[in-house]
């Protein structure tokens, strides 16, 4: 039977390599589509927690992983021989950058040297981890290959950006348009059908390439314009204009313009890194992506602008940074998500700690972390009032917080994200 045959019959099984934020939700979505789906991880924690019928993924609710797991559709192993009865093998694992800012793709390579340990004839590969373009073709092609199969011939090869946005409770799996990309049509089409079983639209594009490069232009645009209004945050607060008012007002336009906040720099595994990705592919062509470049210097100097910031307050109050005590409100690096990855908040926590600052930190999604030489627990915010915290300082804007009584227990309060709109006191400095 063809691949196309058992997809359209519902019998081809999946296989998902790298059970994070993007493959969990990815498996366990197809294994409630009742695809059968082997999940393999090399992280034995998260494969015996997922056997167990318990989720480490707060959008993924343990009762849907329970069922996937007791049904039997899905089948979570650290035994990569598993994936030999996969029909299609779903590659999301990390990308991140080297300390040059050059991509980290050794996670992709070890992968793909997993998939071509149990590759066989009429197989689809794709991959999602994000990366720059050409990567399908250059890297995983070749690793691929390297046993005697040939892509377009033997087995079939595509791209898929993956899209999700943790704690989005609009957007899911389901309904995020999918992206794909094949080495050649045979395998764009069959890269559709695959998705289409658990996702309302697929969106074809006609090279690998393109559907690399669909994700960098997605993620630069939000780079690029983040690194916009951050520079025009800056320039508000040096001409004494609330940047906040402005945006606000400037997004009573209906066409033409989408609001973009400023806020203490960048975090994720996505947004601070993948246009690097980008900006490191386009120099080997002789091209220099300035956009990119530019925005990756404002964005990542906000950190040390919130500092200096927090400095400005304690100095109305006669009080240096050194020797202050600093309660950080928030470390996951968005709202209402537990993911600490490139947290500016780290950068924040690092910079008053150098500047002689005492500092701790609530966070309801984040009981503790382990931050390279600063090991940290968080700490209940009546604890840090009554510890005499001198300035508390809002770094992410979870909902969970009691802001009107932020602002009644502190002596000074600075808000990175407007959290505090609407309530009025001389404690607030506002970004
Ligand atoms: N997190 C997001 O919001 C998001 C959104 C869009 C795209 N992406 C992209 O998706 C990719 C994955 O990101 P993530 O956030 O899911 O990462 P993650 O760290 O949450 O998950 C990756 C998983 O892969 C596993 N892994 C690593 N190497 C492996 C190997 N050789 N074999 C099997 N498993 C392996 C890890 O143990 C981990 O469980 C990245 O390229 C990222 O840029 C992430």
Redesign the pocket.
């Known amino acids: 039977m063809t691949l196309k045959t058992r997809l359209d019959a519902k019998e081809a099984v999946a296989g998902v390599?790298?059970?994070?934020?993007?493959?969990l939700p990815l498996a366990v979505e197809l294994a409630r589509r009742q695809v059968r789906t082997i999940g393999?991880?090399?992280?034995v924690r998260?494969v015996s927690e997922l056997a167990a019928g318990r989720s480490y993924i707060p959008d993924v609710p343990s009762e849907h992983v329970a069922e996937a797991v007791n049904s039997g559709m899905l089948t979570p192993t650290t035994d990569p021989a598993a994936l030999r009865d996969a029909d299609v093998i779903d590659i999301?694992?990390?990308?991140p950058l080297r300390k040059t800012k050059d991509p980290d793709l050794s996670?992709v390579v070890?992968?793909v040297d997993?998939t071509a340990s149990v590759l066989r004839k009429g197989q689809l590969v794709i991959l999602?981890?994000?990366?720059y373009p050409g990567t399908t073709d250059e890297v995983v092609k070749p690793a691929l290959e390297a046993n005697g199969l040939k892509a377009g011939v033997d087995f079939y090869l595509a791209f898929s950006?993956?899209?999700?946005?943790?704690g989005n409770p609009t957007f899911q799996t389901r309904n995020i348009p999918k992206v794909v990309g094949g080495y050649d049509a045979a395998s764009t089409a069959l890269a559709k059908a695959f998705y289409e079983q658990v996702v309302d639209t697929v969106v074809p594009v006609t090279s690998t390439r393109a559907a690399e490069m669909v994700k960098l232009l997605e993620n630069t645009f939000r780079a690029v314009n983040i690194g916009m209004v951050n520079e025009l945050a800056l320039m508000c607060h040096r001409m004494g204009i609330d940047v906040w008012e402005v945006i606000d007002a400037a997004k009573t336009k209906p066409f033409g313009f989408m609001p973009f906040y400023p806020g203490p720099g960048l975090g994720?595994?996505?947004i601070p890194?993948?246009p690097f990705y980008l900006s490191w592919k386009a120099k080997q062509f002789n091209f220099e992506a300035r956009f990119i470049e530019l925005a990756g210097q404002v964005n990542s100097s906000m950190p040390e602008y919130v500092v200096n910031l927090v400095g400005e307050a304690l100095n109305e109050h006669r009080k240096a940074l050194n020797g202050s005590r600093v309660h950080v409100l928030g470390i996951a690096y968005k709202r209402d998500i537990d993911?600490v990855r490139e947290s500016p908040a780290l950068d924040v926590i690092e910079l008053l700690m150098r500047r002689g600052a005492t500092v701790t930190y609530s966070d309801p999604y984040v009981p503790e972390v382990d931050h390279g030489h600063h090991q940290l627990k968080g700490i209940a915010i009546q604890d840090a009032v009554a510890a005499g915290t001198d300035c508390a300082v809002i770094i992410t804007d979870h909902k969970a917080f009691d802001y009107p009584s932020i602002v009644a227990s502190f002596p000074l309060v600075v808000d990175t994200r407007n959290a505090l709109k609407g309530i009025k006191s001389d404690k607030i400095f506002a970004l």
Do not use: M, N, Q, W
């Open positions: 390599i790298g059970l994070g934020y993007v493959g393999f991880d090399v992280d998260k999301c694992v990390p990308t996670y070890k992968a997993t999602e981890s994000t990366t950006p993956e899209r999700v946005d943790p994720g595994h996505c890194i993948d993911d």
